[in-house]
């Protein structure tokens, strides 16, 4: 699962990455399936110890082109967590007001408090990718972005804020079938947005400004995983894996009992 987390300084080609990558579980989705179970329980007991302490923070990071799966994985990863100490930040297109902001702005007013586990759906991640390939600022301003990010996660870090950031990585003939079926499908109408065909249009533009983001900000406080993500039941695998991990390393404890607590009776 190592393979997937990018070392800083390594300048990343998504073209050596398969999307549908599952060697990990050699294919074996019941086994993954299982695993995942087992995972899935570990992160909601984990994530107890997390709120429990109120010291640790812990920030994930989640983005991927349309259909790379972001919100599958909020509902499959995360569907055991207790909703108490846990939020999901969704990042939009900009509004007024935090454009009359700098673009950092919105973004740190999400981060987790103490205990709290937040997902961000989207982040500041777009202001060096939708922003940069359509030309939404011009190239100077994006170009500092990377520095000013990492500074940002940097400034998590040191205060008590662990940061793990998956980039949700398909195939484009795997957007295709999914685009199509959320047009097929009744109960996935919803999700289709025509906008998505323009921006799949600007594929090979999305995959050079998202090599450069990973290039640049998968630092030692704040790594990037690259998640093979045409199998949605691998996709949710590495991410439970990393993200227990992570919780794991903080060897975490339940707060120790107020003294004399064995002299007190329940009467
Ligand atoms: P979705 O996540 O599918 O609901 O779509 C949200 C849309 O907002 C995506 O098309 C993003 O690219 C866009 N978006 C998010 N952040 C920014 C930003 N900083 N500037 C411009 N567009 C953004
Ligand atoms: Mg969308």
Known sequence: M?????KPGHKVRLDRFDPADTSAFDGDKARGQKRLLKLSEKLADLQELLWAGQRHRLLIVLQGMDTAGKDGTIRH??????????RVANFKVPTLTELAHDYLWRVH??????????????????????????????PAVWKKRYDHINAFEKLLADTG?????????????EQRQRLQERLDDKQKNWKFNVGDLAERKLWSKYVEAYQDALSKT?????????????????????????????????????????PDLENVVVR
């Open 2 to 6: 190592d393979r997937y987390r990018i």
């Open 77 to 86: 990863v995360f569907g055991y967590v207790n909703p108490q100490g846990c």
């Open 109 to 138: 007013q999400q981060v987790p408090g103490a205990g709290e586990l937040v997902i961000f759906n989207r982040s500041h991640y777009e202001d060096v990718l939708v922003v940069r390939v359509h030309g939404l600022v011009p």
């Open 161 to 173: 804020t662990t940061v793990l950031k998956f980039f949700l990585h398909i195939s484009k003939e």
């Open 218 to 258: 998968s630092t030692p406080w704040a790594p990037w995983i690259v998640v093979p993500s045409d199998h949605k039941w691998y996709r949710n695998l590495v991410i439970a894996h990393h993200v227990t991990r992570a919780l794991r390393k903080l060897n975490m404890a339940f707060p120790p009992a107020a």
